[in-house]
């Protein structure tokens, strides 16, 4: 589930090596000069971390990422990572396979013992290991630098990508990188608005244990994202919770709203894909009596986000959707 937060300004203080390199006459090579990696130099900086919590980290040499929201930036920019619940993890991030990264396991029942094993210089923590179990993840490596991902909760989605990515650029020197994610996630978000028309309207839904559910448009398990970034018309603006199954409301319901779209979150594709119990998210709603004669579903309006979404429920997994939005709103229906 995604938690809105508000962010305080992340700053940086400048490397004190790079300020010695330049002063005496006895001054050691810079690392252009010796043919040393220049990372070797950015190091230590200061952050203040989302939850307002100014953190020194002094190398990034082994890290540890706890926050699912990241697993695929650290894959991307190939940072070196020692310690991570590689149980979370999508099957399409290559890091999953990864048996030189200790595995914490899941957060219900996360195996603390490895992060005294990996010793990381600095942890990535937030979501699932968010609150209580970060507190745990903090004791079992005192001496790493703790960088929450968590902060207070009035934060608009578009504000938490922004301050989390930039921050991410930040600590690991990528902050060219991080910006073109960040401009990226906002064309696309520009692009899906261009194609929206604010007179339809828009319904979520989650599909778990073979069950249709809704999810409301504010604090809702997968929709209520988009809602937020695209001002998108609610069909449907009752009282829901964000819970990760969705919440219970009668399919007779759901018809009378009659959505002109449909984003349904399949959380069977991420956590039930091998057991083949419940039918793939589009078959439940078309196959469904009580929703025949809905617009949505009558049009094949319907978008169902990739099938890893509910574990990677990242900034690349949020631009993928809003392009298939962007597509699905331009498609006349």
């Given at each position: 589930?995604?938690?809105?937060?508000?962010?305080a300004?992340?700053?940086?203080?400048a490397?004190s090596v790079?300020?010695l390199?330049?002063?005496g006459?006895?001054?050691?090579?810079?690392?252009?000069?010796?043919?040393?990696?220049?990372e070797e130099s950015?190091?230590?900086i200061?952050v203040?971390?989302?939850s307002?919590e100014?953190?020194?980290v002094?190398?990034?040499?082994?890290?540890?990422?706890?926050d699912?929201r990241?697993f695929?930036?650290?894959a991307?920019?190939?940072l070196?990572?020692?310690?991570a619940?590689?149980a979370?993890?999508?099957?399409n991030?290559?890091?999953?396979?990864d048996e030189d990264?200790?595995?914490?396991g899941s957060?219900?029942?996360?195996n603390?013992e490895q992060?005294?094993?990996?010793?990381?210089?600095?942890?990535?923590?937030?979501?699932?290991?968010?609150?209580?179990?970060?507190?745990?993840?903090?004791?079992?490596?005192p001496?790493?630098?703790?960088?929450?991902?968590d902060?207070?909760e009035e934060?608009s989605?578009?504000?938490?990508?922004?301050?989390s990515i930039?921050?991410?650029g930040?600590?690991?020197?990528?902050?060219?990188?991080?910006?073109?994610i960040i401009?990226d996630?906002?064309?696309?978000?520009?692009?899906?608005?261009e194609?929206?028309?604010?007179?339809?309207t828009?319904?979520?839904l989650v599909?778990?244990?073979?069950?249709?559910?809704?999810?409301?448009?504010?604090?809702?398990?997968?929709a209520?994202i988009?809602f937020?970034?695209?001002?998108?018309t609610?069909a449907?603006?009752t009282?829901?919770?964000?819970?990760?199954?969705?919440?219970?409301?009668?399919?007779?319901?759901?018809?009378?709203?009659d959505?002109?779209?449909i984003?349904?979150?399949?959380r069977?594709?991420?956590v039930a894909?091998?057991s083949?119990?419940?039918?793939?998210?589009?078959?439940?709603?078309?196959?469904?009596p009580?929703?025949?004669?809905?617009?949505?579903?009558?049009?094949?309006?319907?978008?169902?986000?990739?099938a890893?979404?509910?574990?990677?429920e990242?900034?690349?997994?949020?631009?993928?959707?809003?392009?298939g939005l962007?597509d699905l709103?331009?498609?006349?229906q």
């Open positions: 589930m995604f938690v809105r937060r508000s962010i300004a992340v700053s940086i203080a490397a790079l300020v390199a330049g002063c006459g006895t001054s050691e090579p810079t690392s252009s000069e010796s043919g040393a990696p220049a950015y190091y230590p200061t203040t971390d989302l307002g100014e953190v020194t002094e190398s990034a040499d082994r890290v540890g990422v706890t699912n990241f695929q930036l650290a991307d920019w190939d070196p990572v020692v310690v619940p590689r979370l993890m999508s099957p991030n290559p890091l999953k396979e990264i200790l595995d914490t957060h219900n029942e996360p603390f992060f005294v094993a990996a010793d990381p210089d600095v942890i990535i923590n937030g979501y699932r290991y968010g609150s209580e179990t970060g507190d745990s993840v903090r004791e079992a490596a001496d790493a630098a703790f960088v929450s991902m902060g207070p934060q989605v578009d504000e938490y990508v922004t301050q930039t921050l991410m930040e600590i690991f020197n990528k902050a060219d990188e991080a910006q073109t401009d996630f906002h064309a696309s978000i520009d692009t899906a608005k194609a929206y028309d604010p007179s339809l828009v319904m979520g599909t778990s244990g073979g069950e249709i559910n809704y999810s409301n448009p504010v604090d809702g398990r997968g209520s988009f937020d970034l695209l001002d998108l609610p449907l603006d009282e829901g919770s964000t819970d990760h199954t969705g919440d219970s409301v009668s399919l007779e319901a759901l018809a009378e709203a959505p002109d779209y984003i349904v979150l399949d069977d594709a991420a894909s091998d083949g119990e419940s039918a793939p998210a589009l078959e439940l709603i078309t196959s469904s009580s929703l025949a004669e809905v617009t949505a579903v009558k049009n094949d309006a319907i978008y169902v986000m990739p890893d979404y509910y574990l990677t990242d900034v690349f997994a949020y631009t993928a959707v809003l392009d962007t709103f331009s498609s006349g």
